[in-house]
């Protein structure tokens, strides 16, 4: 990272509550090939939520804790803040001595900017406020929230046009987060209906529809320089497994996660 972090922009993309087992199947299904083209061996990787719900996990990512492997060992981290006692620092994690990752790449040079999609990124509020508010410059709308239909596309034109103003010589971190997988769903799978409400199925949906639009987003990012992309669910969801429904709870379906960064370059995102 620390080769990384200066001579690449950094993309880091949310998939709000993407259940693993379900991208997983759509991957290995062809059913997202978008995303699944730059995914190491075509595969997601399995990893553990931060957190069961979205303010928990973002705060933690914020705090360079991403997603861990799951499996057993310590697992070195690509960003951690400056503190004794870390044991997943490494040689090659970029290390900050600012209270975040956002502030420590703004002190290393990058612009900084949030393309907000649920509502702890609404700005409507206190608490919606204080993610965005890490950021230089951070951005919601109606359009980009739960209850849109083209929540993602909307966010995407949004991306494209922070990255086509931000000055040539400054590297861009842009964090996106996509409500389009998070309740309700319903509305992305042909033929379904707010009575039918949301299922495993119309997840799948969202994420194909996610799917459909995330080459633009990836052309953005590696328009100006190479662009290293992290790409990951914040928590997943559960649609009555084990008679569970939702997520901030302990279950299975909400603590794993998928996983996967690959650095993007002019070819490659297109």
């Not at 200066?6 to 087992?21: K, P, Q």
């Not at 062809?30 to 990893?47: F, S, V, Y």
């Not at 861990?68 to 400056?82: K, M, V």
């Not at 529809?209 to 052309?219: E, P, Q």
Request: net charge negative.
């Amino acid at each position: 990272m620390n080769r990384i972090v200066g001579s690449h922009d950094i993309l880091l993309l949310t998939l709000d509550t993407l259940r693993y087992d379900v991208a997983a199947e759509l991957a290995e299904a062809g059913r997202i090939p978008n995303l699944a083209r730059h995914l190491p061996g075509g595969r997601w990787e399995k990893r553990h939520a931060p957190g069961s719900f979205t303010y928990a996990s973002h705060q933690a990512m914020f705090a360079g804790f991403l997603p861990t492997p799951a499996e057993p060992g310590r697992h070195p981290r690509l960003f951690a803040a400056d503190f004794a006692g870390s044991e997943t620092t490494a040689d090659g994690t970029f290390v900050y001595d600012t209270p975040d990752l956002v502030s420590g790449l703004t002190k290393a040079g990058y612009r900084t900017a949030c393309v907000g999609g649920v509502g702890f990124f609404n700005k409507q509020g206190a608490l919606g406020s204080v993610l965005p508010g890490l950021f230089e410059e951070s951005h919601w709308e109606p359009e980009f929230g739960v209850a849109s239909p083209t929540s993602f596309a909307s966010q995407v034109t949004r991306a494209e046009e922070i990255a086509a103003r931000t000055a040539p010589e400054q590297p861009l971190f842009l964090f996106v987060n996509v409500s389009a997988l998070h309740q309700p769903n319903w509305f992305h799978l042909p033929g379904a209906s707010k009575e039918d409400g949301d299922s495993r199925p119309t997840h799948a949906a969202a994420l194909e529809y996610v799917d459909r639009h995330i080459g633009r987003l990836f052309t953005a990012m590696s328009s100006r320089r190479p662009c290293l992309a992290i790409v990951c669910s914040d928590h997943g969801t559960a649609y009555g497994d084990d008679g569970w429904t939702g997520h901030r709870i302990g279950h299975e379906s909400v603590w794993t996660v998928p996983y996967a960064h690959f650095l993007l370059d002019q070819e490659a995102a297109r």
